[in-house]
């Protein structure tokens, strides 16, 4: 079954953006100058992905001190880095072709992480997500708007402190949808005779 939920899932990040601003500029901008240190680009990223999600769980402002504070995750985070990028990096350099699917096939890894689960389980979970779905289309949809954004991160340095809390969101949203986690509630259409 085709996703459709993709618009109302973007309302829903941009609502959770405006909601969370200010945690998630700050936690965004740790998280680059980590990537620009390198070594705690993947730990601040997957930090501040998980205070995303408890964040979307429980309704609380983000913190973007959560960025840095939790040490467990620094070992999973580049376990995780290396187990995806690596084949992802490789598929995307024989003709893009491969680097897309397994992009889509372990769409969710980053969010079973964050979710608690070590790195290898996460990485066949999302595989075993994908294969129970059966709706390639509505992964690429979802794999593309986030695509987009990495394009537009990739125009000024400015874009890219927008854009990466935005990615967050939007895959936080798309796990906790995909897992029925959160219930996806529409806005109620009123017809006016």
């Known amino acids: 079954m085709m996703d459709s939920h993709i618009d109302q899932r973007i309302k829903r990040t941009w609502d959770f953006f405006l909601a969370n ?3 998630l500029l700050l936690g965004g901008l740790v998280a680059i100058v980590g990537w620009m240190v390198v070594i705690l680009g993947p730990w601040f990223s997957l930090n501040l992905l998980q ?9 609380r402002s983000v913190r973007w001190q959560a960025t840095f504070e939790r040490q467990g995750n620094f070992l999973k985070s580049w376990g ?23 992009s889509l096939y372990w769409f969710h890894a980053p ?19 994908f294969q129970r779905r ?15 954004l990495s394009g537009v991160a990739g125009l000024t340095a ?6 990466l809390p935005l990615t967050l969101a ?6 906790t949808d995909e897992t029925s986690q959160v219930p996806l509630t529409l806005p109620r259409r009123e017809v006016v005779v």
């Open 21 to 23: 601003a200010g945690g």
């Open 51 to 59: 205070e995303v999600l408890e964040c979307s769980r429980t309704g």
């Open 111 to 129: 969010m079973l992480a964050a979710d608690g689960r070590n790195t290898l389980d996460a990485i066949s979970e999302s595989g075993r997500i």
């Open 80 to 102: 995780l880095a290396l187990a995806m990028g690596i084949p992802i990096a490789i598929g995307y350099m024989l003709l893009i072709v491969p680097g897309v699917l397994l």
């Open 170 to 175: 939007y895959l936080v949203l798309c796990y």
């Open 134 to 148: 059966k709706d390639w289309a509505g992964y690429f949809l979802n794999w593309l708007v986030l695509a987009v």
């Open 158 to 163: 400015v874009a890219v402190v927008l854009t």
